[in-house]
Each structure stands twice: as C-alpha cells, then as structure tokens.
C-alpha cells in the first residue's frame, strides 16, 4: 500500500494548471515544448508535474529522462535522485535536517523551515525501470493557479568536487546574469491577466534559452512580469502584488538572516523556488471553516505565497566554517530587485 504524505485535506492539494475555459494558453516556449507529449509509464496514481518549470524533464523520445512526478492525493511532489552520487547527497541533507530536529541542533533545525517538507525516499518503476524518488512537500497545494519561479543562487555554480571540464561548463551559463547578480533563471510559469479579455487569464512559461539571453536589466524586468508588477491594472491587484512582494521579501530575508548565522554548509547549484497564487492578488481575504471546527486563516500571506530553498546535490560542509558569501551576494541581489520593483 502507497505511503500518504501526512498533510491533511489532501484533496486540496491537487495542481490545476488550466482553471476553466476563462484560462487560455500562450504559445509553446522551449521549456514547455521540451515536455513530453506522449504518454509515460507511470505507477497508478502518479502523474508528471504540470507545474515543473525547471531541471529535467520527461523526454519522449528517451525513456531514461525521468521528471518530477506529483502524487496528487497525497500532496506530494516526487524528484528523481538522479546521479547516484548526487542523490545519495541530496537524500543524506534531507536527512540530517530531520535528525537536526531530534537533537536539538538549532542551526540546521532552523533550516527546515525553509525547504520542503521531506517525506523519506520512494522507489517506484518508471517506464519498465525501478528508479528512486525523494517524496517532498508540493509547495502549490492549495493554489487555483500557481506561478512558479526557479532562481538559481551564486555566481558560483560548481562545487569542490567538480573536474575542470565542468567548471568551465558552469562558467559558460548564465554569464549575464551571474557574474553581475550572482543569480540564473532556469525557469517559470505565470498567469496573466488578457488585455483583450480581461476576466480571462493567459500562462507564460519559459526556460532555461529565454533565461540565458537575459542581461541584468531584462532579469529585473523578468521578475517584474512574474509579480503582476507591470501589469496589475486594477487596484484591487495592485493591492495584491504589494502584498506579495512584502510577503516573498519577508521570507527571503529571513533565509539570508540564516545564512548571516550559519557556518556549516555551503550550497552550489542551489536554488530558491518562488511561488505565489494569481488568483490571490485580486481578491480580498477571505477564511473557510475545517472539518474539525477550526478556521483556515487565509489573511496571511504565507497561506499562498511560498518561497523554499530547493535543489541539495552540491551541499558540502563550510569551508574553515566560513559563511556562505557565494549564496548570500545572490540572496542579497535578488532582495534588492524585489525590493526595487515594490518601491518603483
């Protein structure tokens, strides 16, 4: 019998990609068109994740390319572990969180506030193979129509163990962005509003090619559009994107209060997931009643506005305890470009 992530009103926490007919499309961009339009060889009651907007993917004609799976009852998202040595690294982070908390050591238990929610591996047969999964928490659960965004941390993209071959890969990607901000985008989706149709809602993804081309200037203005910043025509949504960018500045400054206190671990080719509910930023709060009488507070922003660190193969311990200043000067970038497009 499959293990259910112990997360309660579980039917809640399916991903809805197309709401309704009053959601329409906009053409394929090379992320999404990299997806795998066949059908795949999936456990029953297991799907591919529609809103995965970086890292690999299903690829139809490679049945070795495995995605990120969604176990939708259970509110689960499944990430395949990859390269034996790198899974086996991001499993062992995952799992020294976890032991963090029994023992009290308050830095790493900290941590865990951070990151998703980790419930142990899984083993299941993909496409006639049996591969490996880590089970964590769907940071959309919960949401009508999720905008999702991958920012990857650092100027510094390699970790110690990388050949030089690889390093100078890494170095190659991003260069715009990188060096200057100390940020990459893989990837994102976003609901936007039709200017033709204006109760209807368009989808805008695109990945890692749309986010290579960018300089520093077409970043900021990237991270704009992703917040409804640039195109938030009534004031009602307006109102809610200023909510939004205080809520994810919130959250982001405190990971860096984090990092400003930890001298354990470095993170390479980390990233930082940033998701938000569209349908939140026009409506007023609102608050339902639970099957077990208590009330869901939907006043509080972090009730749709998540943002995790994600992304723990290349996690090695500090060096000489120093602090982490590669992930810190992107943190610290992305802080300053958030709170630009809020005070613009």
Wanted: aromatic share 8%; hydrophobic share 35%; net charge positive.
């Amino acid at each position: 019998m499959r293990k259910k992530c112990p997360i309660k009103q579980q039917q809640q926490h399916s991903v809805v990609l197309l709401q309704d007919s009053r959601t329409r499309r906009l053409p394929n961009t090379d992320f999404s068109a990299a997806m795998a339009k066949s059908e795949q060889e999936l456990p029953e009651g297991f799907r591919q994740l529609r809103t995965q907007v970086a890292g690999h993917t299903f690829e139809e004609s490679n049945a070795e390319a495995v995605g990120l799976l969604q176990d939708a009852k259970a509110g689960c998202v499944l990430k395949p572990l990859g390269k034996p040595e790198c899974g086996e690294r991001e499993l062992r982070f995952y799992e020294s969180l976890a032991a963090a908390a029994a023992s009290g050591d308050n830095d790493l238990a900290l941590l865990r506030g951070h990151v998703p929610r980790f419930y142990g591996p899984l083993k299941l047969v993909v496409n006639r193979r049996e591969r490996s999964f880590l089970r964590l928490e769907d940071l959309t659960r919960g949401m009508r129509q999720p905008c999702v965004m991958d920012v990857k941390m650092g100027k510094r993209t390699w970790d110690p163990a990388s050949s030089p071959n690889k390093r100078k890969l890494e170095e190659a990607k991003y260069v715009l962005c990188k060096q200057k901000l100390g940020l990459c985008l893989p990837g994102f989706q976003v609901y936007l509003p039709n200017e033709e149709h204006p109760k209807e809602t368009t989808i805008l993804r695109h990945g890692k090619d749309y986010g290579k081309s960018l300089n520093v200037e077409g970043f900021k203005q990237t991270m704009a559009l992703f917040f409804n910043a640039s195109t938030s025509d009534s004031k009602s949504r307006r109102a809610g994107t200023e909510v939004l960018l205080n809520e994810v500045l919130r959250q982001l400054q405190e990971i860096l209060a984090w990092f400003h206190r930890q001298r354990l671990l470095h993170f390479y080719a980390s990233s930082l997931l940033i998701c938000y509910d569209y349908s939140r930023l026009g409506n007023p709060p609102t608050s339902q009643s639970l099957l077990n009488g208590h009330r869901l507070n939907e006043d509080d922003p972090a009730t749709w506005v998540r943002v995790r660190m994600i992304d723990f193969a290349h996690v090695y311990p500090a060096e000489q305890a120093l602090p982490d200043e590669n992930y810190m000067f992107g943190l610290q970038s992305l802080i300053e470009v958030v709170q630009s497009i809020l005070h613009r």
